[in-house]
Nanobody
Framework: QVQLEESGGGLVQAGGSLRLSCVAS????????AAWFRQGPGKEREFVAA????????RYAESVKGRFTISSDVAKHTAYLQMNNLKPEDTAIYYC?????????????????WGQGTQVTVSS
């Protein structure tokens, strides 16, 4: 079993920054993919960014490109999401997820383990 725990959420003004962390414990494989999804009020869960543990290949949603950066520390089994120039529309619960598929997927159904989520609120 894999357990994921997020941290780093909070309240920030528009234009500010936050850094989210996701620590994975349990069975963690080099070929896994770690991803961030988010779910805003009244919205469906959407893909934000993902990274492959093995070679740090990344992929981003168009809405966050140039503002968010995903990274990882394989030795610590930790994935990070650096969020800069935050906008009110970034307000959401951010979830960390893991996929064993070896390729970066954007569909939530491809991810089999999820964290509890961390709230990010951006005020205007």
């Amino acid at each position: 079993q894999v357990q994921l725990e997020e941290s780093g959420g909070g309240l920030v003004q528009a234009g500010g920054s936050l850094r989210l962390s996701c620590v994975a414990s349990g069975w963690v494989y080099t070929n896994d993919v770690a991803a961030w999804f988010r779910q805003g009020p009244g919205k469906e869960r959407e893909f934000v960014a993902a990274i492959k543990w093995s070679d740090s290949t990344t992929r981003y949603a168009e809405s966050v490109k140039g503002r968010f950066t995903i990274s990882s520390d394989v030795a610590k089994h930790t994935a990070y999401l650096q969020m800069n120039n935050l906008k009110p529309e970034d307000t959401a619960i951010y979830y960390c997820a893991r996929s064993p598929t070896r390729r970066i997927r954007t569909a939530a159904t491809e991810y089999d383990h999820w964290g509890q989520g961390t709230q990010v609120t951006v005020s205007s």
